[in-house]
């Protein structure tokens, strides 16, 4: 009997000790379940009353921000459209510039092909220009790609007996003034007349019509055909005269 006492002692041991860590358990559930109950916890009630019959979302966020008396939310607009504001910007660009550039319309007019009038390829162009001498030359193309504030001509003249060609923007604000100085006598049926770069088609120096449409309308002749030609004579007559 002394023998079988102590090995029987350890399992009543682990029996108590399972009975003692069940208890434990069952105490934890049951604090987990009273935690968990909304009764215990009045704040974790439903704030909103039950949604009715045919609940929507939308409706109930409507209704409990009504009802309820919660704060709206602030809506900001959408921005306004540039597309709505501005439908053509680069329409309305243009008109801005062209009535700081030409606020008479007159070279808008020159060019126009609504204007019977209109300055054409084969015409004789007089080209005044604000910083530099005037140019003179045959209109050999107009060009007009997007807008009427990007026209542009080509002038060609001879100078010392080598042809000479210069572009001019037609609105540049360099261009002072754009006058016709002899119409063609018969119009080309063409867009550009590049076959007068020939030899054989080529109309030479157009100075002397240029000096004659001076002496008609009475205007100035600067640059080769005026002051500078006539410096040009008076310093050779005084070495004549020495």
């Given at each position: 009997?002394?023998?079988?006492?102590?090995?029987i002692?350890p399992?009543?041991?682990?029996?108590?000790?399972?009975?003692q860590?069940?208890?434990?358990?069952?105490?934890?559930?049951?604090?987990?379940?009273?935690?968990?109950?909304?009764?215990?916890?009045?704040?974790?009630a439903?704030?909103?009353?039950?949604?009715?019959?045919?609940?929507?979302?939308?409706?109930?966020?409507k209704?409990?921000?009504?009802?309820?008396?919660?704060?709206?939310?602030?809506?900001?607009?959408?921005?306004?459209?540039?597309?709505?504001?501005?439908?053509?910007?680069?329409?309305?660009?243009?008109?801005?510039?062209?009535?700081?550039?030409d606020?008479?319309?007159?070279?808008?007019?020159?060019?126009?092909?609504?204007?019977?009038?209109?300055?054409?390829?084969?015409?004789?162009?007089?080209?005044?220009?604000?910083?530099?001498?005037p140019?003179?030359?045959?209109?050999?193309?107009?060009r007009?790609?997007?807008?009427?504030?990007?026209?542009?001509?080509?002038?060609?003249?001879?100078?010392?007996?080598?042809?000479?060609?210069?572009?001019?923007?037609?609105?540049?604000?360099?261009?002072?003034?754009?006058?016709?100085?002899?119409?063609?006598?018969?119009?080309?049926?063409?867009?550009?007349?590049?076959?007068?770069?020939?030899p054989?088609?080529?109309?030479?120096?157009?100075?002397?019509?240029?000096?004659?449409y001076?002496?008609?309308?009475?205007?100035?002749?600067?640059g080769?055909?005026?002051?500078?030609?006539g410096?040009?004579?008076?310093?050779?007559?005084?070495?004549?005269?020495?």
């Amino acid at each position: 009997m002394s023998l079988s006492a102590p090995c029987i002692r350890p399992l009543a041991i682990l029996k108590q000790a399972f009975r003692q860590c069940r208890a434990e358990r069952q105490q934890l559930r049951s604090q987990r379940q009273y935690a968990t109950a909304a009764e215990t916890y009045p704040s974790l009630a439903p704030r909103f009353p039950p949604p009715s019959a045919g609940f929507r979302p939308s409706q109930a966020i409507k209704q409990n921000r009504t009802e309820t008396g919660l704060t709206k939310i602030p809506v900001v607009p959408p921005p306004r459209s540039t597309r709505k504001a501005c439908p053509d910007p680069i329409a309305q660009i243009t008109t801005t510039q062209l009535k700081t550039l030409d606020p008479t319309g007159a070279r808008t007019r020159l060019f126009s092909p609504t204007n019977p009038e209109r300055a054409q390829v084969g015409d004789i162009l007089l080209v005044r220009l604000k910083n530099s001498e005037p140019f003179s030359g045959l209109l050999l193309n107009i060009r007009q790609r997007h807008s009427s504030i990007d026209t542009a001509i080509l002038l060609r003249n001879q100078l010392t007996r080598v042809g000479v060609e210069m572009w001019f923007k037609v609105f540049s604000p360099d261009v002072e003034g754009i006058e016709v100085v002899q119409r063609a006598a018969k119009r080309a049926r063409r867009a550009n007349l590049y076959y007068m770069r020939q030899p054989r088609h080529d109309i030479g120096s157009v100075e002397g019509v240029v000096k004659q449409y001076m002496r008609r309308t009475g205007g100035p002749m600067g640059g080769r055909d005026g002051r500078g030609a006539g410096r040009a004579r008076g310093k050779k007559g005084g070495k004549g005269k020495r």
